[in-house]
């Protein structure tokens, strides 16, 4: 759509409603430069907002950070970039990362990304703020994180402290097994609250939850109150299904688990990376749910196949095999050697390397080109940390260990896909950047109600590819070549990639986190539950007159 350069139109995703939305004028716009020279001009561009449909050849002035014309008119700044035959997009939001590591985030820069989040997993709770020291001032992108489920799990149950998810992954491979297996006392469910709100109340973006790895721990009481625990800050639960990967009635019925107590809750949810049998249903509900006015999405990764720890509890025999139907030796592959396992080379593995990364293929290849043509839905990478992680900056892409190749061609391959199956380009950029900012934006953080759009005033998140040529490279033998097509990606305002290089030592990355703020925490509580949604009569129990309510307790203990 070409729109003038007069108005821009403004849709609102929630009520279909339209409305104008005026840009600067010619003679403010001039006056601005006249008064601060740019630091930047992106000249001949085609510059695209998906926020508000626009979409023409234009010129961008970018200084201190932020966009400050978008303009027909000629522009100079301290550097020129010629954009013609490029597409002049919002910096690519990737909210489910768990590489948040330089190496990590040089290969995501490659794929268009200019933000990465880690909101799935996420950080022990008591370690947010150690998290977000961690990377002031040293980070190529933007980064943020949710307070973690599972760490918090392992912290009460286990006893296992982490600082960051590379490592934190580890304990998936120790003989501790409480964090996936254990029903908490009421008390310990209680200490596991406390932590998640701990990050919570330090900034944390959200709660994550890998509920698919600790299925037979976790009650579906423990599920509604870590959720009634970010909705009390009115921020997201982000979850791994209950039953993901599974057929599709479980996966459905996992996802109805996490809506239902968002609906009850008021509170906002995320549906990770929901590209498994059953996403068309899970597609509807999103929609439905978010028609009613509820801040709920999805995220999805474009390829048949996942990535996970050869331990996970949904690959053993009785659940893989005999309950779901697929086979070991065309379904689970090696991430390192590429070789596909068998019953017994697995159970011989896990021996010797429990959480060992393997490659799992559940879908048919149709199906992605599906999700892409999915409104309302988000790419997200799922990228997972490398093994060892202890790479240089400058390693060569080719010479680190293999890794699935969402890590480094998600974003770049959902908008090849999008080329070469007819979607439009800018239900693909919504998918890049405005479908992750939008609701992002709706809970009242301010980092995310800048980004995201190719707007003045917004901050100068930006990535320049071309849409003719733009590809992912990155396959399931070589997961770590970098994508191409995409020569400038712009972070806050500075060049980080500068055709087609990542330039070392830059790191204009900001936290994407919500302000500090006092405990929300609301633990359980037996007699206040029971005062709350007990309204019985006087001869309640037994008919005797004034006698106390006969109730089971475990109906509200965190292991029922």
């Not at 709770?125 to 760490?151: I, K, M, P």
């Amino acid at each position: 759509m070409i729109m003038s350069d007069s108005t821009i139109t403004r849709r609102d995703f929630n009520t279909g409603a339209t409305a104008a939305a005026a840009i600067v004028g010619t003679a403010g716009r001039a006056l601005a430069q006249s008064a601060a020279p740019l630091d930047l001009a992106i000249l001949n561009g085609r510059v695209m907002d998906p926020e508000t449909g626009f979409d023409q050849v234009a010129n961008v002035g970018v200084k201190d950070g932020r966009i400050v014309s978008i303009t027909t008119e000629e522009l100079s700044g301290a550097r020129t970039i010629d954009a013609s035959g490029h597409v002049v997009a919002p910096g690519f939001i990737d909210t489910h990362f768990h590489w948040p590591r330089a190496i990590g985030n040089k290969i995501a820069l490659r794929d268009g990304r200019t933000t990465v989040m880690d909101l799935e997993m996420g950080t022990l709770g008591t370690l947010v703020n150690d998290w977000y020291a961690a990377r002031e001032g040293s980070n190529q992108t933007n980064y943020g994180c949710a307070t973690s489920h599972e760490f918090a799990r392992a912290f009460v149950l286990d006893g296992i402290t982490t600082t960051d998810t590379p490592e934190a992954l580890n304990h998936r491979g120790s003989d501790k097994t409480g964090w996936s297996s254990t029903r908490p006392s009421l008390e310990q469910g209680n200490a596991i609250l406390k932590v998640i709100d701990e990050g919570l109340a330090a900034g944390a973006i959200g709660m994550g939850s890998t509920l698919g790895y600790m299925r037979d721990g976790v009650s579906a009481r423990e599920v509604f109150e870590v959720q009634r625990t970010a909705g009390n800050y009115g921020r997201p639960s982000a979850f791994h299904f209950r039953y993901t990967p599974g057929t599709d009635t479980q996966e459905s019925n996992g996802i109805q688990e996490m809506l239902a107590n968002a609906a009850a809750l008021g509170a906002p949810a995320i549906a990770c990376h929901f590209n498994n049998p059953g996403y068309n249903l899970v597609h509807e509900l999103l929609t439905r749910m978010r028609e009613r006015g509820m801040n709920v999405w999805g995220e999805l990764y474009p390829y048949v196949a996942g990535s996970t720890a050869l331990n996970a509890v949904f690959l053993e025999p009785e659940v893989w095999v005999q309950q779901l139907g697929y086979k070991y030796e065309d379904t689970i592959q090696d991430a390192l050697t590429g070789e596909f396992y068998t019953q017994e080379t697995r159970a011989e593995m896990i021996k010797k390397e429990p959480a060992r990364l393997v490659q799992v293929y559940k879908m048919p290849p149709e199906a992605v080109t599906d999700w892409l043509k999915m409104p309302g839905v988000a790419i997200a990478s799922d990228t997972m940390p490398i093994a060892g992680d202890g790479f240089a900056w400058d390693t060569p892409y080719e010479d680190l260990p293999n890794s699935h190749p969402r890590g480094a061609g998600s974003f770049a391959r959902a908008l090849r896909m999008g080329r070469e199956n007819g979607i439009p380009l800018m239900q693909s950029l919504a998918q890049t950047s405005w479908n992750s900012a939008r609701p992002l934006s709706e809970l009242g953080l301010k980092s995310m109600q800048e980004r995201g759009r190719m707007q003045e005033g917004m901050v100068a998140d930006i990535t320049i590819f071309n849409p003719e040529t733009v590809k992912d490279n990155a396959t399931y033998e070589k997961g770590t070549l970098p994508s191409e097509g995409i020569p400038y990606v712009i972070v806050n305002g500075t060049v980080v990639v500068d055709d087609s290089e990542v330039l070392k030592d830059v790191n204009p990355g900001q936290p994407i986190r919500f302000e500090p703020q006092e405990s929300l925490l609301q633990p359980v509580d037996v007699a206040a539950w029971t005062q709350t949604y007990y309204d019985v009569p006087q001869d309640f129990g037994g008919g005797v007159p004034g006698s106390q309510p006969v109730y089971d307790k475990r109906v509200i203990r965190c292991c029922d």
